[in-house]
């Protein structure tokens, strides 16, 4: 089974397109083809790309081609990401194959995805997960000129129809439908329901877990007959938060996108779970004293013996600064150095 998949991204995200494909190819059947079509403004140079690439070589049944898609598009609004321009494309730049995954740069996948892909798409255009900021914004379908929200889908995983799109001239019509006069909020997300609307299919939510499904179900709250399967085992996370986890880790899913990263080695991943359920789970209590733990981070590296012994001892961490304090593990890890 070969299975095309499309993902976009600038300079800035490869980081995460790079742990989004290492999480598919790791998880993989022995028979599953992967081929990847990264789409990238110009500015992005076959250098930044060769992590990558090197990671898509170890796996010899898959393959990578970059897609060199030009200038990075004008934003007229401010809500606007270029890369939605790319992403109105597909249909017309994947001409080799009539059906395609595309994802966003900041999903990792959990299991195999061919059961995802043969999903019987009939006349639809697409398929996706239903969002859950329609509990959020009850006015959202009269601003962007929809019925309702019945189909409204996240578009950060999408099961594109691109034969039927081609044929439909789909990509014109997201084209147009940006600049209709609406206003609106998430201008990629909205245009692709606008425009698929009554040709979209549901999919089920373990395909795109996203932060916000993670919180309301873990507080017990949201589909309860669903809960169990999309909390433990989603095929697919989404990190919706602004604060992406290669930028900040928080809670356990955001741990999971490590346990998935190229750039960790085991025993690093091991050891950085370790103190996350200590200091995390165990800790929070404690009172702020971030100065003096900065300082002590400053000198350590966490690779040796030396500085396993040491973190034991900053259990005692704030609660405030968390973030900042497991940032800065993350960092130490991998030997990353501030740019100042
Ligand atoms: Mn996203």
């Known amino acids: 089974m070969t299975i095309p998949i499309v993902l976009i991204s600038d300079e800035k995200f490869l980081i995460g397109t790079h742990t989004t494909i290492n999480s598919i190819l790791i998880n993989s059947f022995e028979n599953t083809k992967y081929v990847f079509y990264l789409l990238t403004p110009e500015t992005v140079t076959q250098s930044d790309l060769a992590n990558i690439f090197t990671t898509v070589q170890k796996f010899p049944n898959s393959s990578i081609e970059h897609v060199n898609m030009g200038l990075k598009p004008t934003l007229t609004k401010k809500n606007w990401k270029s890369a939605a321009r790319f992403k109105f494309r597909i249909p017309d730049v994947i001409t080799d194959h009539d059906k395609c995954l595309y994802l966003d740069s900041d999903v990792c996948v959990t299991a195999d995805l061919t059961d995802l892909f043969n999903t019987e798409l009939a006349q639809n255009y697409i398929a996706g997960v239903r969002s859950f900021l329609i509990g959020k914004s009850q006015n959202h379908h009269y601003n962007i000129g929809l019925p309702n929200l019945m189909q409204y889908v996240n578009t950060g995983v999408l099961l594109m129809n691109l034969k039927t799109m081609r044929d439909e001239d789909v990509s014109s019509k997201f084209l147009s439908a940006i600049d209709d006069g609406t206003d609106y909020k998430y201008v990629d997300q909205d245009c692709i329901n606008k425009v698929c609307y009554n040709r979209i299919q549901l999919l089920p939510t373990k395909f795109n877990v996203t932060c916000v499904t993670y919180d309301l179900l873990s507080e017990g709250r949201g589909y309860t007959q669903e809960a169990d399967e999309i909390l433990n ?33 085991a025993q690093s991943y091991q050891l950085f779970e370790q103190i996350f359920n200590n200091v995390i789970v165990d800790k929070l209590k404690y009172r702020s004293r971030n100065k003096k733990l900065k300082k ?15 973190l034991t001892a900053y259990e005692k961490h704030p609660q405030n600064g968390l973030k900042r304090f497991l940032y800065k593990l993350y960092r130490l890890i991998n030997n990353r150095r501030k740019k100042q």
């Open 233 to 265: 085992n989603p095929v697919i996370i989404h990190y919706t938060r602004k604060l992406k986890p290669w930028k900040a880790i928080s809670n356990k899913q955001d741990l999971y996108w490590h346990k998935v990263s190229p750039i960790h080695s």
């Open 296 to 310: 002590k981070l400053k000198y350590a590296n966490l690779k040796n013996q030396k500085l396993k012994e040491k």
